[in-house]
């Protein structure tokens, strides 16, 4: 049976979503952990915060499976109800070693009422409950008691509360906060208020005043709106109020204003602004809309029909929702979070141990968890994607890695600002910096001499970014470097081989990728860089593969696949992978290696005792080494596709530093990971 968590509050607004993706986040470390949403309304579509933790959980749940019942069905019979709570979370919990249970919004009825009801589930439901209180606007005092009353009514209807989180408290009062609460007999946290969690996307705006987007970048429309200014006076004065992440107001025939707040947005120096609302039902004229749409700007222009008062008054009311697509808020509730929760502390309150099993998620969380520990500093040469930017923005907030990106600062930090993205932390470096072009040039030069490299030419090969991210790793500028999101694999790995160079004993630079499949991660090599290997080329594969797994915790047990299992095979093809299983033996007698071998007898212990009894590898392989690109890149994709396993890589092994490649199709997600793996590599380098 699941060990449930049930996070709920005695009020509205306490941000008890940012609790509860923090739990998912962490349990998710530890098992299979599933979310269930007891109440929820049903007139507003889809619950968004549902929809957050679904992507955050490591089981395979659909959203209807997640929700119990409606506001309107707890009204017509409570007791029905909470049956049918019940008997929807009984059919998924044996699925997950963990369940995170999300309590009501505070949306419908009155809270004590609200939160009795709450209490009637999570004890039915036989779950732990973390309490979440607003410290919002209260005194420490004050959120002491509430705390007290909610503890003693969640405790009269049998629900056992295990933890406190005291959340949204001024960061001025935040100590004091955790000093009222010092003495509660339970453990206890204060987490600080954060506008940007509750701040309107200008999507969110855009709806709330009925406007509609004029001109600008769609794309934007998922920024969060940080503040707003109404533009009632004159131009002068509306600029000395502007603010990164602003929504001006201003009405729709203040042309020389408009004007004013889109070059403002563009010029170098003034903040970036998130939207323009135009209200009164004015359009801009055509020959103002005209000169907008010939300037470089993305910034979304709304116009409403609205009056001036009641379109501020609507958006200064306006707010967000933690949502799948504003991964700045996720980033920030997560790190918020982690900064301020004692995790083992929490674990040990609600009592879960770890599993045994390994899924996508828990591999992608220790991934994060490995990196943060001992962070390490990687390079980003394409700072003109903004796949890139994002991840970078993700990485930065939880502290995963320090970063440098490649690029023109100005530019850089221009798109960070326009897409609503913190890369305050981040290193921009341009790699026409005159006085590390003349450095890495010369050493350029040095290393290529014998390949007839001139320090002329070298200048000129440096800007590359490939070239010049390479060489900052080289010289210990940076611990690693993760390209490829824009460039092909040969512009990432060359000048890696050219300069970095392969470990000692190892003369095969080659790739893996990590196949995190439902319950364990598999290891693939090489899919990516070697069309067709040598005994060798193989042999290296082998060994660098198993040097890989181990660090990221697979316990390597390697097959050398073909065509035929054991003896029972001939042909080239076949008689390359044996000579290449020989050369590993003799290389790392400590290996658990097996080969040749096919895949079937490879992982399915029923062939392995047919084809190969008595074998330790045989149907227990974690590690697979492919005959060639072809058939490589072929089984990791239909692998991927057909039993829905998650293909973190490639993974580049054999280099002195560590580099790693991004596919062009890559995601922000597929980013991140990469910079994690990187970091990690790294701290094997400097071990």
């Not at 940076?478 to 000692?504: E, K, Y």
């Amino acid at each position: 049976m699941a060990r449930s968590i049930y996070v709920t509050s005695p009020e509205g607004s306490t941000g008890k979503s940012t609790v509860a993706l923090g739990l998912v986040e962490l349990l998710a470390a530890r098992g299979r952990v599933g979310v269930f949403r007891p109440v929820a309304r049903s007139e507003d579509g889809r619950d968004p915060v549902l929809e957050v933790l679904l992507e955050r959980d490591t089981v395979d749940l659909g959203y209807e499976e997640c929700l119990g019942v409606t506001y309107e069905q707890v009204h017509e019979d409570p007791g029905a109800a909470l049956a049918r709570i019940v008997e929807r979370y009984r059919r998924i919990e044996d699925r997950c070693d963990a369940v995170v249970i999300l309590g009501s919004d505070y949306t419908d009825v009155a809270g004590p009422t609200e939160l009795a009801y709450n209490a009637r589930v999570a004890a039915n439901l036989g779950s732990v409950v973390v309490l979440v209180v607003s410290a919002l606007d209260r005194s420490p005092g004050d959120v002491r008691q509430m705390v007290e009353v909610a503890t003693a009514e969640l405790g009269a209807a049998h629900a056992e509360v295990v933890a406190v989180v005291a959340n949204r408290a001024a960061p001025d009062e935040l100590e004091r906060v955790r000093e009222a609460l010092a003495d509660v007999p339970l453990p206890t946290w204060a987490l600080p208020d954060v506008p940007l969690l509750i701040a309107p996307t200008v999507g969110e705006l855009m709806a709330a005043v009925d406007g509609r987007l004029v001109t600008g970048d769609p794309d934007l429309l998922e920024r969060e709106v940080e503040a707003r200014v109404v533009g009632g006076m004159t131009m002068d004065h509306i600029l000395d109020r502007l603010v990164d992440g602003a929504a001006v107001i201003v009405p729709g025939d203040r042309s020389e204003v408009a004007l004013a707040m889109v070059a403002a947005h563009a010029a170098e120096g003034f903040p970036s602004l998130a939207a323009l609302v135009l209200n009164g039902g004015f359009d801009l004229s055509p020959q103002v809309a005209r000169l907008v749409d010939g300037l470089p700007q993305r910034l979304p222009i709304l116009a409403t029909d609205l009056g001036t008062f009641e379109a501020a008054e609507r958006a200064a009311h306006a707010r967000g929702l933690v949502s799948p697509r504003s991964q700045r808020k996720l980033d920030v509730a997560r790190s918020t979070f982690a900064a301020h929760v004692d995790t083992d502390a929490l674990l040990a309150a609600v009592d879960l141990p770890r599993s045994e099993v390994v899924t996508p998620l828990i591999f992608e969380y220790d991934l994060i968890e490995r990196a943060r520990a001992d962070r390490r500093h990687v390079v980003l040469p394409e700072g003109d994607d903004d796949r890139v930017l994002r991840a970078a923005s993700t990485l930065l907030a939880r502290e995963v890695a320090d970063l440098t990106i490649l690029g023109e600062e100005s530019s850089i930090r221009a798109r960070a600002s326009e897409l609503g993205l913190d890369l305050t932390e981040a290193a921009i470096v341009s790699p026409r910096d005159p006085e590390l072009r003349e450095r890495f040039a010369a050493e350029l030069a040095e290393l290529r001499a014998a390949k007839g490299m001139t320090l002329e030419r070298a200048r000129e090969v440096v800007t590359d970014v490939s070239v010049f991210g390479t060489l900052m790793v080289h010289l210990g500028l940076a611990d690693g470097m993760v390209s490829g999101a824009r460039h092909t694999t040969a512009h990432t790995i060359t000048p890696a081989l050219q300069i970095i160079r392969t470990v000692p004993d190892v003369s095969t630079v080659s790739s893996v990728f990590f196949m995190a499949m439902e319950d364990r991660v598999l290891v693939y090599g090489d899919c990516a860089v070697i069309p067709d290997p040598t005994s060798d080329q193989l042999a290296d594969i082998a060994v660098s593969a198993a040097g890989t797994a181990t660090r990221f915790g697979v316990d390597p047990k390697i097959a050398m696949l073909s065509y035929s299992t054991g003896t029972s095979g001939s042909g080239a093809d076949v008689d390359k992978v044996r000579a290449a299983t020989e050369l590993v033996r003799q290389r790392r007698p400590d290996l658990d290696l097996e080969g040749p071998i096919q895949y079937d007898a490879a992982v399915d212990a029923s062939v392995a005792s047919t084809k190969l009894p008595g074998s330790t590898v045989a149907g227990h392989a974690t590690v697979f080494v492919f005959p060639d690109l072809n058939t490589g890149n072929n089984t990791y994709k239909a692998v991927q596709r057909s039993a829905g396993a998650v293909a973190i890589g490639p993974v580049l092994q054999g280099l002195r530093r560590p580099v790693n490649d991004l596919s062009r199709g890559a995601t922000v997600q597929d980013i991140v990971n990469t910079v994690a793996i990187t970091a990690i590599q790294a701290q094997a380098v400097q071990a």
